[in-house]
């Protein structure tokens, strides 16, 4: 066989492929200890999760747990977005009351209420493009990015065919007012670390 011709079956062959496929062949591999795995758009991104990053995920999450019981608010739990092979392990998520896993023991996107995503250097383009896009389309209601690079928060609440209607920032060290999203509080960023 000839280099292209191996490339045309490999092609051939990927044609095939699902996200439990995918996530699957990743279960097999020796991911290193700390790094998170997704699926955005049919690519594999790897990251290392740093302080910084955990920092903020802990607040957020932290002060989630003033309203919500553990088990509705999620991190680094693998939920399936609209798209192609989208399979996401957003950094925080917080679940409709009542929402359960479905047959296969996954979350529905349907079900998600709210999620943050905090800002790496190498993945950003995806919490502010295609993963913005699929939690539109999925009518996540509040979709927040903390960036500690720009030290600075966006949230986004309205979606509406496959895009938000509000796009609000606000600078680390100001309160997110989410009072009148479906989430019903208030966020403090003033512990925000920045990178």
């Not at 996200?19 to 998170?36: A, C, I, S």
């Not at 802990?58 to 003033?66: G, K």
């Not at 993945?123 to 389309?137: F, M, Q, R, S």
């Not at 928060?153 to 920032?169: A, F, H, N, V």
């Amino acid at each position: 066989m000839t280099v292209l011709e191996d490339r045309i079956e490999m092609a051939d062959e990927s044609k095939g492929l699902t996200l439990d496929t995918l996530f699957e062949q990743l279960e097999r591999m020796p991911v290193p200890e700390g790094y998170k795995v997704e699926i955005v758009e049919g690519a594999i991104f790897m990251s290392p999760q740093r302080d910084t990053h955990w920092e903020i995920i802990l607040d957020i999450v932290e002060q989630l747990r003033t309203k919500y019981p553990r088990k509705r608010v999620k991190s680094d739990v693998r939920v399936d977005y609209p798209g192609h092979l989208n399979g996401f392990a957003s950094d925080v998520t917080v679940m409709a009351e009542g929402a359960s896993k479905v047959d296969t023991g996954y979350w529905r996107c349907q079900d998600v209420q709210f999620v943050a995503e905090v800002i790496s250097r190498g993945t950003a383009p995806n919490d502010y493009g295609p993963k913005k896009t699929a939690y539109a389309l999925a009518e996540v209601p509040v979709y927040l990015i903390a960036d500690p690079y720009q030290g600075r928060c966006r949230l986004y609440t309205q979606p509406k065919d496959g895009e938000y209607i509000s796009d609000l920032s606000v600078a680390f060290g100001a309160d997110i007012d989410m009072t009148n999203t479906p989430l019903g509080l208030t966020l403090r960023t003033d512990e925000f670390p920045r990178d």
